[in-house]
Structures are given as C-alpha cells and as structure tokens.
C-alpha cells in the first residue's frame, strides 16, 4: 500500500471505504478487548506462584538481623531485602528504603512531604510557595502527571528525543526559574516510549545548576531489569553521577517487584543519599511502624540473589517479547510506508509508543474503542491529559492474549488509517 | 504494708533502705527486660502461622468477584475482606476501604489529606488555616499525637473519666472554637486505661454541635475484638449514632488486624460514610494503584468468618489473661493499700493504665531503667510527651514471658516504692 498522501481524492476515498468495511466487520463481531494499561498477563504471573510457597508454617520467619518479621518494627526493611535491591539498583544497602506494595504510594508521599515539610529541615514547604512547577518530558507516565495534578504543581511538558529529555531545555528552564522543583524520569524502557537516557543525559542531569537548591530528580527506576531482549539498555548510574557532580542529594530513586513477582503484591523500594533517607525515615516514624516484613522476606526467599532474579526476568521476556514481536511486525505489514505512523523498537519494557499524524490520536482511541478495544485514553501521556499535537498512543500489549493482541492491533491499523485519510481528506 | 502517708520520718527511711537493698539486688543482675511497646507476643504470632498456607501455589487467587489478586487493581479491597471487616466494626461493606498493613498510615493519611486538600471538595484545606487543633483525651496513644505534632495540629488534652473523655469539655470547646477539628479515641479497651467509652459518651460524641462544620472524630477501634474475659465490653456503634444524629460524615473509624494475624503484615482498614470514602477514593488513585489483594485473601481464607475469628481471639486471650492477672495481683500484693498507686483493671485490650503519686513517673521510668526494665517513655501518653501530673505509666504486659513479666513487675513496684517515699520526704 502506497503512501496515503500521494493519493488522489478518488483513491483515498475508495481506500476508505473498504478500510470502513474491514471496520465494520470488527464491530460486528462486539470484541472486548483492553489494553489500556501494562499489566502482566495471567502467563506471567504464574511464573512466581512459587513465591506463595517461600514463607509457610514450616519455615522460620527470623530476618538475618534476628528480626521477627512478623511483629511490629523493621521501619525500613529487612537488610536482605535491602541486600537485593541494592543490586538491582546499583547503590548500597545503606541508600534503602523498603516501603509497602507500591512504588506510586513512594513516590506521591516523597511529593507531599516535599509539600507539607520541603525536602529537609533547612528548606521551606514547596505548599508554602506561590507556585511550585516540574519538568515532565512527555511522552510520560500518566500517574507521574496525576500526583503533580492532585498537589498543584504546574507541568512543564518537556520533548523527548531518542536519548532521552530535550536536555538543553532541561538545564535552560531549571538554572533560570527557582519554583522549578522537580523532574519526572524514568531512565530506562521509559513509559511509554521504550527508551533509555544516555550517558551523557544522565551526566548532564547530574551536573546542570539548578536556580532551586531543593530541586528533585524523582527517578522511576520501574523497568530496571525488564529487558525483553539479549540486548539490554544499559542505565548509567545517576547516584555516582550526582555524587561526582556534587550534588549527592539530587536524586530520589524509585523501583518495585509489581512487574518482577505479582504487580498487587509485590515490594516497593526508594533510594536515596542519607541526608534524604534521615529525613524519609523521621517522618515515616510517624506514619507507620513498618511495611509487611514477611512479604519482604518471601520475595528474597523466592528470587535468592540478582542472578535468580534475572533468570526469572528473562521467563517474563520470553512471554513478552513474542507479544511486542507481533505488534511490531503487524505495524511494520500494516502501517509502515504509508506515511500514517511512526514507532520505536524497545529493547524492555511494557509499552510501544505509536504516533500518528498530527490531530489523529483521539480519534483513533475513539474508533478502537467503539469497536470494543480500549486503549490508554489518547492525551495521557503528557501533562494534563494533553497531547499538544494529538498523535502519541500508548500500546500496552503484555496483558491480552497473542490471538486477542492481534484482533487488536488490526483494529487499531484500520483506526489508524481510518483517521488519517479523515484528517487528509479534511 | 501500711500507708507510707502514715509513716513518719525513721520509718520512711528504714523502708527506703529496705527498699534500696532490693532495688540493688536487681541492679546486680543485669537485667534487660522491655516493656515498653504493645506487641504480641512469640506465642501469640505462633496462633496465626496456618495463614502463611492459607495461600499457596496450589490455591486460586480470585476473589470472589473474580478479581485476580495477583495483579493491579482493586483500590479499596475484595469484597470478601470488606464483609469480615464489616462484622468486626459493625458496618456495611460499602462502608469500607481496605488499606495495607498499618491502620496508623491510613490515620496519619487521612490527616495530610485534610491538612492538604480539606475533608472535602467544599472545605478550606486545614493547612490553609493559621490553627488546627484537636482535642486529645489523655492519656491516650503516643501514635496519634505524633501524628498531631507532624502536622503541626495544636494539641489540647482532654481528662479521661471511667466512661470516657471529660464530655462537658470536649461539648465546650468544640461548641465554642472552629479551629478545632477533631478528636482522637481509642473507644474500646482504650490505650492505656483499657476503658469502653458509655453508650452516653457515644452518643454526645455523636450529637454534640460542633463550631468546625469539617470536624472529625478519628475513631481508632483498635482494640473491637481484643477481650481478654468472657465480660467483654459493648461499645455503642458510633455510626448508627452520627447517622441518627443528622451528623454521618463526622466519623472515621480504623482498625486492622495487626493484633489479630501477625503485627507486621496484617491489613488494615478505614470505615467512613459515603461522603468521606469518596472524597478518599478520589485521592487514594492517586497514591496507589491498590493495597496487597493476596494478603486479603489469606486472610479471609484463613478467618473465613466472624465467629472463627472471634475464636482465634479467644486463643489470644488465654495467652494474654495470665500476663495481666500476674501484673494486676502483683499491684495488689505489693502496692495496694500504701497510698502510692492506682491502677485499672481492664476487659480488654493491650494495656495496664498505672498512675503513682503526682511527681513521680519520670523518677520511676528512670529507676526502671537503671535497673534493666525499660517502660514506654513516661509522658507518652500525653500530648507532647508532658503529663501535667507527671504520674501515668502505661505497662504493656504483652511481649515479655510470665517469668520475665514477674521479674519487672517486682521492679517496678520497688521502684515505685522509692520513688514515692523520696517525693514525700521531699
């Protein structure tokens, strides 16, 4: 199929019709198919179902510090369990926090302490501040946006290119603007885009002036280990990165095991430079005596070390990488070459990011979900809900089925040009 | 013994001599003894151990709503752990958000939420304002006026009588100051004084005009199904009440299973009306993609329904029974009838409430833990960690074995002992 703007208004007439035809016969057949958000498949859960098995009543609940896990205490985790995440996020068992089952729970309490109290004892309560703004390379994760929504603070939709944040603007905007308080990133398989910051991005992350002393980097380290190929993107370090600039507290990690062991029941972590966890942990102590413990101890009993882990990541991969293989192979048959999308290969992850033409995303996410395919609503994943040019839609194949992925991605191809010739047509 | 009031000058001194030579027997034994901290004990977490198999590899994991419990979703909870709640707290299962494992965050949340955003969409956001105070019923639980402190929320103590706070002034103050936004109680088997509140006390609670039209009673029903006798207390349903008194949204009600399954990992959960959940819900989605659903369920697998957990408490109580007849016979052996001590004895929950002469707690923590028992901080139990009459320590019996609990029993009665002869020969 040839580039649909080089056709003729007869052509794409014509061209439409039977794209309406193939459409209409989806609708016929009343799918109910949702992919609207990256959550692992009933396949993928299953694969640590024997973590159900790693703490029973015939095992001791003892922590390697002598800890009952069962009982009250334990503030911020046992030390094998910071032992391992330590691991996977390359920082020491020291920088740990280990919090409940949600690293969104993490991340939305570092923002309202930073609200109610500022970032340390020295600093004044952003909720203090006429204005407090973030930066938010966009595309980007929806429930980044929400926690800046709910709290008032502005976002500053920042471009993203393929090594990460349009960073000229990044270090223009925060040397220059005091209420600038943040960034939101997630370094590596990003949501949605699939990508990760280069070296020199992090570095310079690390390094720019910032016109705000309390400015945060809040670095969702969500898919860290979430490869779906041998060729793993490699993350440089932002920890030593920030250390070495001298800006050892910039940085406030993120991570959990939701999409590693069971995304309802899994362990959630933050890192962070000592001065940032002290404060963390003095207003913990008030909010609670400690997370589930015995949670924390079945996940290291099940996943052992960071070699056991990632063996068990790449079982998750091989249910997965099958799944973007197909979307990626259906747009390369169905779309490429006619001039009507544009998408990335992620290398890990759980998204595919699609962009149509300009002024056609929402009406693409409208047709799909008509005919029974629910998609991410169109202008999620930028600030606001958003999208200044109406053309990102995030695909989140892991959940469906090969076979349900497929009836999917070809309504959501004939959406697609659907809406295109629309929109050309005028 | 006699009344030591009674004694004169030689005698005190020859008793404090007596006395100082116990005290130093204890000294030489190098004791280290905690009581300071309400946890269940060794035995007691052994009852709950057949949870840890209530969910294994071999078992299903939908809820009965067909929920996957494994994956995201499911903000506010299962169905099947809201109904075991809604026997327990005596509420309809729409009533009810299930949290994680601590009811201290879902207490501590709710308050940020009110200092952040109000109580609801129509309300001025507490931390707008230049003073929040609440009215703190003492002694009461340090937790809770930690939380206070945080906040920055003014504290005004409020007498504890045997059937309640101090209602006339609790109906006073709240009448008269909109600043005041709130209380705290413990209703039931309250921290430390282990008393019910009145079915009148819940019924002015409930009626009572308050000058906040946002003012929120924090009802921390901890202890509902903790009896430690066959006489256990009844506590008027207070949502019955507020409904009944036109007043439904003026309660929130938190509890959990911390002292019920295992103190670290049980759920927790927030009982409110209609109104109020909403306005939770909406914030909770923002913070959380949803509390640990497996852990729901081994619990409502292994409880399976009111009346089996209301045996399991039964077995809870025969473990703790003995601990609290040891310290109540022990007060009465030692220090009835001297003039230096009252103490409660109650139905029920994890506390023993011991006031000695005004002037003395803090002598009697101190000897206390000289001589290796160490009590929770005299002071806790009030407001800024000052007792106006410096007299109330809270014994927490739970933890230590019956041996070890004799042990510091005997201590803190000697200690008691010095500490009042000192005061009165000043």
């Not at 990044?170 to 990760?196: F, H, M, Q």
């Not at 995303?361 to 994943?381: D, F, I, M, R, S």
Request: with cysteine; aromatic share 8%; net charge negative.
């Amino acid at each position: 199929m040839s580039e649909i703007h080089a056709l003729g208004e007869t052509e794409l007439q014509e061209r439409l019709r039977m794209l309406q035809e193939k459409y209409d016969g989806f609708m016929q057949r009343r799918l109910k198919l949702d992919m609207s958000r990256g959550k692992p498949s009933p396949e993928q859960l299953q694969l640590s179902m024997g973590m159900l098995d790693a703490v029973t009543s015939a095992d001791g609940l003892l922590a390697s510090d002598g800890t009952d896990t069962r009982n009250y205490g334990g503030l911020d985790g046992i030390p094998e369990a910071k032992a391992l995440f330590a691991q996977i996020l390359e920082v020491s068992p020291q920088e740990i926090v280990i919090g409940g089952s949600s690293s969104l729970t993490m991340m939305h309490d570092a923002i309202a302490r930073a609200m109610l109290f500022g970032v340390d004892a020295d600093s004044t309560p952003w909720g203090k501040r006429s204005a407090v703004k973030f930066l938010c390379p966009s595309p980007g994760y929806d429930r980044h946006f929400a926690i800046c929504e709910l709290f008032g603070i502005e976002m500053i939709a920042i471009d993203m290119f393929d090594d990460g944040p349009d960073m000229d603007t990044v270090e223009r905007l925060a040397g220059e603007d005091d209420s600038i308080k943040g960034i939101w990133c997630v370094p590596k398989y990003s949501n949605p885009d699939g990508l990760t910051y280069s070296d020199d991005v992090v570095d310079r992350l690390a390094r720019m002036k910032t016109k705000a002393g309390d400015f945060r980097i809040m670095w969702d380290n969500a898919y860290a280990v979430h490869h779906l190929t041998e060729r793993a993107d490699k993350l440089k370090n932002i920890f030593a990165a920030c250390r070495d600039a001298g800006n050892p507290d910039r940085v406030l990690m993120f991570s959990s095991t939701s999409k590693i062991s069971f995304a309802g029941s899994g362990i959630a972590v933050m890192a962070a430079s000592e001065r940032n966890l002290n404060v963390t942990r003095k207003q913990l102590s008030v909010q609670t005596i400690g997370p589930d413990k015995v949670n924390q101890l079945r996940h290291v009993r099940f996943f052992e070390h960071i070699s056991k882990l990632e063996s068990h990541m790449a079982k998750h991969a091989s249910i997965l990488k099958p799944k973007f293989d197909l979307v990626l192979n259906m747009f390369e048959r169905e779309l490429d070459g006619k001039g009507v999308a544009t998408w990335r290969k992620p290398n890990g992850g759980y998204f595919i990011s699609l962009n149509t033409l300009d002024g056609c995303a929402v009406e693409v996410v409208k047709l799909a979900a008509e005919a029974g395919v629910t998609l991410t609503k169109a202008g999620a994943t930028f600030p606001y809900g958003t999208d200044p040019r109406d053309r990102n839609i995030r695909i989140a194949p892991s959940y469906p089925t090969l076979a349900e992925l497929e009836t999917a991605i070809e309504v959501i191809c004939v959406c697609v040009e659907i809406a295109s010739i629309k929109k050309i047509m005028g």
